[in-house]
């Protein structure tokens, strides 16, 4: 099997093809004896992939460079990533919060119970918006 992309421009933009083709043998002799192709349009596939790649770039800038502490966590509670400035606010190494439990390492003591109750929330679909003061 063969397969290639081909750009083509056109008066209204670039066309994006993707061109595959399969060889057809005859059992018996082992030869080829002819070929099958198809094509098809990949061009919004191709933008799409484009325009994800330009979101993916402006939210990791958004998230490394915000003025605020900023974490993901998965639905265990555990962190998966964090900014610089979390680092800075709660007094640990970026890699140090990063595989963490964020009650464990975030959360102000004292503050346990209620931050374990708002992340249950959270992950059962309540929309919450809080600020915590220390």
């Keep these: ?7 083509i421009s056109e008066h209204e933009g670039e066309n ?3 061109f ?3 060889p057809m043998m005859d059992d018996d002799a082992g030869e080829i004896t002819g070929v099958v192709e198809f094509v098809r349009d990949i061009t919004e596939r191709k933008k799409l992939k484009e325009e994800l790649s ?6 990791r800038k958004i998230f490394t460079n ?6 993901l966590k ?5 962190i998966i990533n964090v900014n610089d400035k979390l680092g800075d606010i709660t007094g640990h190494e970026r890699e140090g919060l990063i595989g963490s439990n964020f009650i464990e390492k975030i959360v102000p003591e ?24 220390s």
């Design 110 to 133: 004292g503050l346990e119970e209620k931050a374990k109750r708002d992340f249950c929330r959270i992950m059962s679909g309540e929309d919450m918006e809080q600020t915590l003061h």
């Design 54 to 59: 330009v979101r993916e770039e402006q939210y």
């Design 1 to 7: 099997m063969e397969n290639e992309i081909v750009s």
């Design 16 to 18: 994006y093809l993707e």
């Design 74 to 78: 998965n639905a265990d509670g555990i």
């Design 66 to 71: 915000a003025p605020v502490g900023m974490e």
């Design 20 to 22: 595959y083709a399969y």
